[in-house]
């Protein structure tokens, strides 16, 4: 079946123009190539396998999770027109991996707990605040956001804890270890390879591309909230559906990368990362501070603060992040949240990428033509093997400059 898809791949003019720069993505070169075992192992799990018509192949699983293959390849991670933590400019290099074409959504997330039981933070009082009246509630949960969700709208109320439950659960059912997305993978699954700080290119959002603070949220919580934009009327004060916004999609046929829900991610958050990034799958800092929890109003803060991307329905079109709150929803944004937080905006997406995870022992398990090796070697950059950061076993990151392979 792949082989007709490689074969209707390599005839759409679309996809071979988008995938100029994608060095060696194999499927795409319109060579004879061995597919990477990701994608043969996805095939034979996934309910249906086909291409987008963005010239990308879509794995379709149980209760409409759709996952989207982003091939191996480098990009330029960071941006020289946000903030200090956004900087510097780095090349990163990705082993290809699978993301979630969608967020997940409210119906996806309501089997998860009926099927287990399960307790969301929020729901164990660690609290998840919403604005209302000019002040705050913290006595919402998934199921009670305090405003009307349809079941196809992306899941809130869920802290960085609840989204790795719902991934542990989802991968014991359907034996494909799905996990959160590290920042370089969601940043590249969002802006593609040609640096632009939307998913759907560079001009700022109007109300067909995607759901943020318009005219609606201001309507409803006043002109001072967040930096909302009059001008703008995206039809929804609060979430949407997750398919609303096609034209928003990033290159790869993603949806809601932008606005809706602002989306959880794997890695540890430190401003200073993107200095020290290894240049090839960086996974986030080694740290993991152990600080005690301490009360604060409507819960707990654990000081334990996790990514966060793609801004909401409660942020900007392409501001900065703001004095008072709110962020911003360009792509290239890096945010944080303590991972016990539940905010009304945070929801999550899942990715897929456990090939990478298997760490390289020795040097002849590095595929031939391996586009990193080919790509990057010739500037003379030395080569070392670590073990996937995110690994149980004493993970150790690749100081900067060094290139690292897990296969
Ligand atoms: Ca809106
Ligand atoms: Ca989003």
Redesign the pocket.
């Given at each position: 079946m792949l082989a007709v898809l490689l074969g209707l791949l390599i005839s759409m003019p679309e996809a071979r123009q988008e995938n100029v720069s994608e060095p060696n993505s194999g499927a795409l070169s319109g060579k004879s190539v061995e597919m990477p075992p990701d994608i043969q192992e996805i095939k034979k799990k996934a309910e249906k396998v086909s291409l987008n018509d963005k010239g990308y192949l879509e794995a379709e699983f149980r209760y409409g999770i759709v996952m989207v293959y982003i091939p191996e390849g480098e990009f330029i991670m960071g941006t020289t027109e946000g903030e200090e933590k956004e900087l510097p400019l780095h090349r990163v290099f990705l082993d290809g991996y699978w993301i979630g074409k969608h967020?997940v959504t409210l119906s996806q997330f309501r089997v998860f707990v009926k099927e287990t039981n399960y307790i969301t933070d929020s729901e164990k009082g660690e609290g998840s605040w919403i604005e209302e009246g000019g002040g705050i509630r913290y006595d919402v949960s998934w199921e009670k956001p305090n405003f009307k969700q349809e079941d196809d709208h992306?899941v809130v109320c869920v802290s960085w804890n609840d989204a790795n439950a719902y991934c542990g659960w989802l991968a014991s059912n359907t034996g494909i270890r799905f996990c959160l997305p590290t920042e370089a993978q969601w940043e590249r699954a969002a802006r593609g390879t040609d640096q632009r700080t939307y998913p759907w290119g560079d001009r700022l959002p109007d109300g067909s591309l995607a759901n943020f603070a318009d005219v609606n949220y201001r309507k409803k919580f006043g002109k001072e909230s967040r930096n909302s934009d009059p001008d703008v009327d995206d039809g929804y004060a609060q979430t949407s559906p997750v398919d609303a916004y096609p034209e928003g999609r990033s290159p790869y046929g993603i949806f809601?990368?932008?606005?809706?829900?602002?989306?959880w991610i794997h890695d540890w958050f430190d401003p200073g990362y993107y200095a020290q990034s290894p240049l090839c799958n960086p996974a986030g800092p080694v740290r993991n501070i152990k600080r005690k929890k301490h009360r604060i109003p409507g819960g707990w803060a654990s000081n334990l603060q996790r990514c966060i991307r793609?801004?909401?329905w409660t942020d900007a079109s392409g501001e900065l992040s703001l004095a008072e709150g709110g962020h911003s929803?360009r792509s290239d944004m890096r945010e944080h949240t303590d991972q016990f937080s539940s905010d009304d905006h945070l929801?999550f997406r899942l990715a897929c990428d456990y090939v990478r995870r298997e760490p390289a022992k020795t040097a002849q398990n590095r595929r031939p033509g391996h586009p990193a090796e080919s790509h990057l070697l010739p500037h003379g950059i030395p080569i070392r093997f670590v073990k996937d950061p995110r690994g149980v076993s004493g993970p150790a990151l690749s100081p900067a400059n060094t290139l690292c392979f897990y296969r």
């Open positions: 967020p992306p809601d990368m932008a606005g809706n829900t602002i989306d793609g801004g909401a929803i929801g």
